[in-house]
């Protein structure tokens, strides 16, 4: 059995977009080139700025949206496509928590029957053994049987994210995706939902995929970190090197934004500028206009991500690979 239960190589998602009904279309690539992997009951965190390409990367090894290029693999073998019943199948074994609970739930419909769902649309248990996994589920989230007679209104937002997840977990999934599953929750909630997310996973050995733009959360539940840029992959590594040591400019940038317990945010980098438009893209390293260390050689090559002598991959000309370290000789 391998140890990893998703691989993802090459993954590219390109969207066509018109800027009036008589314009030409032009195409707007979200996803460019993205390799990953995600080991049996760990965490790899996506970090990134708003369009960077984090939930569509979810989504495209979900199934849910079809990849312009590149391959899926889950448990060995590729993903079939959309739609099918083998696909339909496989979705048990993986499932999305969405960002927003409310939006999520269906309003009509008590929580006890959104949680029992999925066991319907699966087929799995009868009637009784369904209802008792109801049960079951709603504890294992924190949520009291009379929780399950309410409606969504009748929730906080906390209890709604809770009967979110246990609604994803009520088919036994091996893999999760974690699309910005608390960013709509207050902090404390948060801390209450990232906990839970980790006994669970311990407890029914799950592998996860946490997308979110708040690095203080991915750095406390990752095992490993993937940072995107304007749909590439620019660094990845364990959880501990990223935030004790970054070493991609655009990694600098945000792990230094991330407050320390009574320490002042004296070095932080402020970023100039946004983003690229992904119908735009800039030539050579994307980072590259905002880049206080670009040379001429970013400008005009594209960095691969190569990997280090210490278990990390960069895309940056300015990394030595032999060394891992960065490396700002000829800087203008």
């Not at 539940?221 to 040591?245: K, Q, T």
Request: proline share 7%; hydrophobic share 40%.
């Amino acid at each position: 059995m391998s140890a990893d239960i998703i691989t993802a190589q090459g993954l590219v998602k390109d969207y066509a977009s018109r800027r009036g009904m008589f314009a030409p279309p032009t195409t707007v690539r979200a996803v460019d080139g993205v390799s990953l992997s995600v080991e049996r009951a760990s965490t790899l965190g996506i970090v990134g700025e708003s369009g960077s390409g984090k939930s569509t990367t979810g989504r495209l090894l979900l199934g849910i949206e079809p990849s312009s290029k590149g391959s899926i693999s889950f448990d060995g073998r590729p993903i079939p496509a959309a739609g099918t019943s083998e696909w339909r199948r496989l979705r048990a074994r993986m499932q999305l928590i969405y960002q927003d609970p409310l939006a999520a739930l269906d309003r009509r419909l008590t929580i006890a029957d959104q949680v029992r769902e999925p066991l319907d649309v699966h087929n799995i248990g009868d009637a009784a053994e369904r209802r008792e996994r109801v049960h079951e589920l709603l504890a294992a989230v924190g949520l009291r049987p009379d929780h399950g007679r309410s409606y969504p209104h009748e929730l906080s937002g906390g209890q709604r994210q809770r009967a979110v997840l246990a609604r994803a977990l009520a088919s036994r999934p091996e893999f999760l995706v974690c699309d910005e599953p608390v960013s709509a929750l207050d902090v404390s909630i948060q801390a209450q939902v990232v906990n839970l997310l980790t006994d669970l996973q311990e407890r029914f050995s799950i592998a996860m995929l946490f997308i979110s733009h708040d690095l203080k959360v991915v750095r406390n539940i990752s095992d490993r970190v993937a940072v995107m840029y304007l749909g590439r992959i620019v660094e990845e590594g364990s959880s501990e090197d990223i935030f004790r040591e970054p070493l991609h400019p655009y990694t600098q940038a945000l792990v230094s934004s991330v407050p320390q317990p009574g320490t002042p945010l004296k070095e932080r980098i402020i970023l100039q500028g946004e983003p690229p438009n992904p119908a735009n893209r800039p030539s050579g390293c994307a980072f590259h206009p905002r880049c206080r260390f670009a040379t001429a050689r970013c400008r005009s090559e594209t960095p691969a991500l190569k990997q280090t002598t210490d278990d990390r991959s960069v895309a940056c000309h300015l990394v030595a690979v032999s060394t891992a370290q960065p490396s700002l000789e000829g800087v203008v």
